[in-house]
């Protein structure tokens, strides 16, 4: 066990609705980062927070974004959902500043867009 | 673009061999590399790190090692287990753009 957690497990949505994806990261960890990982592929970084504030994004449309809470939560927001954004999406936490140490990985959440 | 490629998809060893999984990444401001384990139905799990200042790193069973000149990274497995069979990713970070890649992936399968 990581100590980070993820919710829901599974959901499932269609096209063109909103979804948020929850994370509750280790304590005491200032960085989370939130990653898809589509069926067969890595993850593909999406955006990390540090200290409540977007610290680094990829290369993902605005319709997502998100969101880091003082109490090391966070959140990840997808706007008007496309069949492609069907993915786990991965959200991992570390101490301190981001890459200053070990990053640890939740177990996802499964989203499926019909 | 940045890209993190893995070398050879998939990865067959018999039980106790040593294993290496090889990496090439394409962007030299990386300067933290990572390995992670995922096993089905899991997320990644943190094997080893590497920072570019160093070239070679070794934790239990396994080590890491870089190659800054060619962008290569290659984790080596000693006495490869069947609890080690999963899929093996290399990711790399720029940590002053605050920015993650990973490669796709190598299934590493262990026979006993």
């Known amino acids: 066990e990581t100590g980070v957690t993820q919710s829901p497990t599974h959901l499932i949505k269609t096209r063109g609705q909103q979804v948020t994806l929850r994370c509750s990261s280790q304590?005491?960890?200032?960085?989370v980062s939130w990653y898809q990982q589509a069926l067969g592929q890595g993850p593909q970084f999406i955006f990390q927070?540090?200290?409540?504030?977007?610290?680094g994004r990829g290369n993902f449309p605005p319709r997502f974004s998100g969101l880091q809470f003082p109490n090391y939560s966070s959140e990840l927001n997808v706007n008007a959902l496309e069949l492609d954004d069907s993915a786990l999406y991965l959200c991992?936490?570390?101490?301190?500043?981001?890459?200053?140490?070990?990053?640890?990985f939740g177990p996802g959440t499964r989203l499926t867009v019909l | 673009g940045e890209s993190v490629g893995l070398h050879l998809p998939t990865l067959s060893v018999q039980e106790g061999d040593n294993s290496i999984i090889n990496c090439a990444y394409s962007n030299s401001a990386s300067d933290y590399f990572i390995w992670y384990k995922q096993e089905s139905g899991k997320g990644p799990q943190f094997i080893i790190d590497i920072r570019s200042n160093m070239d070679k790193r070794q934790g239990q069973r396994v080590t890491v090692l870089l190659n800054k000149t060619v962008k290569h990274l290659s984790l080596q497995i000693a006495a490869t287990q069947p609890g080690d069979s999963a899929v093996y990713f290399c990711?790399?970070?720029?940590?002053?753009?605050?920015?993650?890649?990973f490669g796709d992936g190598t299934t590493l399968t262990v026979k006993p």
């Open positions: 304590s005491g960890h200032n960085t």
């Open positions: 990711a790399e970070m720029d940590t002053n753009a605050g920015k993650s890649t």
């Open positions: 991992a936490s570390n101490k301190g500043y981001p890459g200053s140490d070990t990053q640890y």
């Open positions: 927070y540090y200290r409540e504030e977007e610290n």
